[in-house]
């Protein structure tokens, strides 16, 4: 139905406009475990999935990560947006919760693991709110990186910073457009960890604080 739906009434429409034509489209827009069942469905058809740009995910579900790149793998050239995530969205959880370090971990994990697994990007739903965690019409109130009247929280300092090499290390790297390697771990443990990177005929160690985020970039090796 979303295939259909985009194909023949709202691309059309987007298309007649020079303010929408270059709009993208995104299905599914829903958990992360029903993401392959919808890629599945709604590129079966190349013809007809054209008007479809990519699938949008959220984190609410604790389902594997490998479903996203199962769903990538249907139809490579489509992108796969992380389009909503917040914490204490369920009713029993302490809504804003100041210094909470375990909530920008939370974050942390799953960015990183959304990076590795074909995901171009990550969208908080909650950027900045209230000190109720508001506000919102149906008083569904939850927590964020940054509290008006208050000072940045460490959700922020994990969103600010992002971006297993041992099994105690969540990793993701990259190479940048100028050739820069990135790499960023999480240390999820409580105690200090020294990691050694090695790149070709060198290496270094960096060294990790407990429940930390560190992001290490450098140049490459000219030969």
């Given at each position: 139905?979303?295939?259909?739906?985009?194909?023949?009434?709202?691309?059309?429409?987007?298309?007649?406009?020079?303010?929408?034509?270059?709009?993208?489209?995104?299905?599914?827009?829903?958990?992360?475990?029903g993401v392959y069942k919808t890629a599945k469905k709604i590129y079966e058809d190349p013809q007809k999935?054209?008007?479809?740009?990519?699938?949008?995910?959220?984190?609410?579900?604790?389902?594997?990560?490998?479903?996203?790149?199962?769903?990538?793998?249907?139809?490579?050239?489509?992108?796969?947006?992380?389009?909503?995530?917040?914490?204490?969205?369920?009713?029993?959880?302490?809504?804003?919760?100041?210094?909470?370090?375990?909530?920008?971990?939370?974050?942390?994990?799953?960015?990183?693991?959304?990076?590795?697994?074909?995901?171009?990007?990550?969208?908080?739903?909650?950027?900045?709110?209230?000190?109720?965690?508001?506000?919102?019409?149906?008083?569904?109130?939850v927590d964020a990186p940054v509290y008006k009247l208050i000072s940045l929280k460490c959700i922020f300092?994990?969103?600010?910073?992002?971006?297993?090499?041992?099994?105690?290390?969540?990793?993701?790297?990259?190479?940048?457009?100028?050739?820069?390697?990135?790499?960023?771990?999480?240390?999820?443990?409580?105690?200090n960890l020294n990691v050694t990177v090695k790149e070709d005929n060198r290496s270094w160690n960096i060294?990790?604080?407990?429940?930390?985020?560190?992001?290490?970039?450098?140049?490459?090796?000219?030969?």
């Open positions: 139905m979303q295939r259909d739906f985009a194909l023949n009434l709202l691309s059309p429409i987007l298309k007649e406009s020079n303010i929408t034509n270059k709009l993208k489209i995104i299905a599914h827009d829903d958990q992360r475990s999935s054209t008007a479809i740009d990519g699938l949008g995910t959220h984190w609410y579900s604790h389902t594997d990560y490998g479903v996203l790149s199962q769903a990538h793998n249907i139809q490579p050239d489509k992108f796969i947006l992380a389009t909503e995530a917040c914490n204490a969205y369920l009713p029993w959880e302490h809504k804003p919760l100041l210094g909470a370090w375990f909530r920008g971990q939370a974050y942390g994990h799953d960015i990183l693991n959304n990076l590795k697994n074909w995901v171009i990007g990550w969208i908080d739903w909650n950027l900045c709110l209230d000190l109720q965690g508001g506000p919102n019409w149906v008083r569904n109130f300092t994990s969103i600010d910073n992002l971006f297993k090499i041992e099994k105690e290390i969540e990793h993701v790297a990259f190479i940048t457009p100028n050739g820069n390697r990135v790499l960023v771990l999480l240390n999820s443990n409580q105690v060294p990790m604080t407990p429940f930390s985020i560190v992001t290490a970039i450098w140049k490459e090796k000219k030969l």
